[in-house]
Every structure is written in structure tokens, then in C-alpha cells.
């Protein structure tokens, strides 16, 4: 590469941030960052529920429908430098092998196999931790003991939160990196099929060689919308992990500390990973006396999608409207009610519910398929892990949005780099293969600007 070339990488989470430190390590490229929100920071907090307190004025609280007939309900996300993994539970685990094999089998995405996302995942500059002892906390103990495939979560963690944003504070840089606050992006400029630029919502337009679109699953369509980017697949194919919380007041308050700090992956129908039950030790209440167990799918079949009239836009997950999935949740949420209603985690606290009508665990062992479908319908949460709506693949590929390496289809100088390329949602928590998808689009544009 024989000039200097200014890429604008918009928005500044997991995936932002790594893309845009990732870049920066060339000479030859100087990367703007643009992030809508403030600088979330590094903090120190361990609690989750109180670091989302501390930074309320830092969340996008999004209307979204999560079934098909659900009205729309808040959905939380971050806005800010660093995005989730400045104030997520800091769990950091891949996926199942199988998911990725999907990508490739499933949607011709061969450079997604398995076999070359590992070496990824062990290429990210990430020094993970593994709860100690006394670090695991009252659930998570139990959890370990009472289902023989749990395990300690890997935690983005070492000696403070290990946000993305720590892809911006490489010593060895060699290029140039500005990274602007409150900077919000209303459309990329387009010019004879290229990208040449950004527009901020004031109406400044900031030039560039190459821009990088990295909102997430449920901005980055608008923003190519408003860009008149054309592929009509933009929206569709949106998923994230069906979850519901059983709750209990425990014996004695929980130990200040990690919240999570022990999952269990669970098999369903011979499919592996297909649902995950994770350990609460507190949930969200400052006396630590509410103890809790996340119950998700976390192999999904269901999409949903986003829509726009040209003002409004309408977010649909469409959660459970496979009959695969249904079934699938349903024996999913049969075991953890069963570990608490009569298994060793039935000691812990007294009387675990299920619903904000405080109905004792044990009453959905006693429902017919039916009946426990209209409930989980009714009390459906979520995890926070949009994914799916610029999907990867073939530019024949009429579902696809952007190419295997992550360019727009039919737009020169235009990337995404963020969740919504995923073709299926993986089976974990998303963040860490968010940063390692980021970290391998940003090598990919690196070998085109080098090429």
C-alpha cells in the first residue's frame, strides 16, 4: 500500500473498538472512530446489576416485540466506548464447534468452519479468569455441584473489566487513531457505488477511503437504509437467546462479587450446547438475598426481523415461533425447574418462583405442552444478543447482505463488522465471538489494503 488511507469505523462496542485498534496497528491507515455515546470506561465493579445502575444514562433502552404476538417491551443495550463489554457479566465463551461448522455447511461460509475461527479465538489478546474458590459465590457452587457438565465461566477479567476498548490502547500502534464521543452517524455517502464518508447528524460529513459499520445487529440495517444501500435482505434473519430467570430469596445473603461465575451447557435432542443454564449468585438487589438461574436456548431456529415505513422502525425477534425451538425450550426449562423444585439447588432458598406472580417451580413440571408454551410466551425474556440482520454470504445468496470477508454487496469501500453478519446466532453468550469476528474482518481489510 503506497498512501495513506483514512477508514471511518462507526460505532465504537465490542466490535468497533476492535476493529478500529485492530486498523490501527498499520502505518498506513489512520481510523476514525465514531461512537454516539459516551466513554463507559474500565471500572473495577464486579456487579453487573450495579454497574448497570451506575451507567443508566449510558443504555439504549429499544422497543422491541420479542414474539409474534407480544407487545413492545424495553430491550437493553449499551451506548458508549466499549459498548456491552463495558458492562456486561464479562462471560466469555466461543460457542459451540457445531454452530460454526453450521456457517460453513449451512451458508457456504467456509472461512467461518470451525478450524479457522479457534486459531481466532486463540489469537485475541485476552487474558480470561476462572472464578477461584472463593470467588464463586453461593449459585455458583451449587451449580458446580449439582449438574456434573458445569463449569467455571471464563471471565473478561484481570484486575478491572477487560472491555473492547482495550484494543485502543496498543503500545506497538503504529498508525494514527482519533476516536470521537456523541458522534452520531446518520447515513454513509455514497458516490457512484462507492463509500466516501460518513454523515454525522448535524449534517458534517467526515471523509474516508473505506467505512467500517459496526452498530450491531439492530442499528447497523437503519443506518444502510438511510444510506440507500439497496440488498432487500437488510433486517431480516434478527435472533437472539430466548431466556427466562427462576428466582429465589436465599438462606443468607450472597458475598459481594462476580455474578456469574458457573454455566452449565446443556444437550437437547441430541444437539449440543442447545441450551445453557447459568448460576445468578444475585439478582439486582442490594441486599444480595435474591438468587437466580438463567434459563436460554442457546441453539435457535426462530427469526425475526427489522422494518421501516421510512420514519418508524419496528424490531420483531419473533422468539419461539419455530415449533423446533418450542420444543426444545419446553425440556429445557423442565430440567432447571426440576434441579430447583426437588434437586440439591431446592436448599439454597426458600420457595424458587418462576414469574413476577411468584408461582413455585414445581407448578411448570405439573403443565402440559400446551400450557407451558403459553407461559413461556408469557414471561419470555431475553439476553441482549442480537444477531442475523446483514447476514454473510454469496452475492447470489438473495438472504445475504454483506460478503464472506464482510464488504456490502454491491457498494465498493463498505464494510460491517458487527453481530448482525452472523448467519446464526452461536451457541453462547455473543460478546467474545463478536471480538473475534470483528478481529478477523479487521485482518481482511487489511489485506485489501495492502493488496
Known sequence: MSSLRTVVVVGGGTAGCTVAGSLAMDENISVVLLEAGADLGNGQDRDFFQVLKNKDDSISHLQVSLTETSSTANYLQAKGLGGGSAINAMVSLPGHADGYNEWAREFGCTEWAWASVAQAFDGLPLALHRPNDDELGIMGAALLECIPQAQRSPLAWHNGRQSAAMFLDQDSRKGALEVRLNATVSRVVIKDGKAVGVELSEGNIIPADLVVLCGGALVTPQILWASDIARPAIGSGLQDHPAVMLGTVLN???????????????????????????????????????????????????????????????????????????????????????????????????????????????????????????????????????????????????????SHRGQVHGTSGLWVADASVFPKIPRANTNLPVTMLASRIAGFILDFCRS
Open 252 to 402: 443468607a445473603p450472597a458475598a459481594d462479587g462476580f455474578v456469574v461465575t458457573a454455566h452449565a451447557f446443556i444437550e437437547i435432542d441430541g444437539v449440543a450446547d442447545a441450551g445453557q443454564i447459568m448460576a445468578y449468585n444475585y439478582v439486582g438487589d442490594t441486599s444480595r438475598t435474591l438468587g437466580g438461574l438463567g434459563v436460554a436456548l442457546t441453539h435457535v431456529w426462530s427469526r425475526g426481523k427489522i422494518s421501516t415505513d421510512g420514519s418508524d422502525v419496528k424490531i420483531q425477534f419473533n422468539m419461539l415461533s419455530d415449533q423446533r425451538d418450542r420444543q426444545a425450550f419446553r425440556s429445557l426449562v423442565r430440567q432447571a425447574a426440576k434441579l430447583v423444585a426437588t434437586g440439591g439447588l431446592s436448599k439454597l432458598g426458600l420457595d424458587w418462583t418462576c414469574d413476577d406472580k411468584a408461582t413455585p417451580c414445581g407448578v411448570l413440571l405439573e403443565m402440559q405442552d400446551n400450557e407451558l408454551d403459553s407461559w413461556l410466551m408469557s414471561n419470555l425474556g431475553h439476553q441482549s444478543h442480537p444477531v442475523g440482520t446483514c447476514r454473510m454470504g454469496e452475492f447470489e445468496d438473495a438472504l445475504a447482505v454483506v
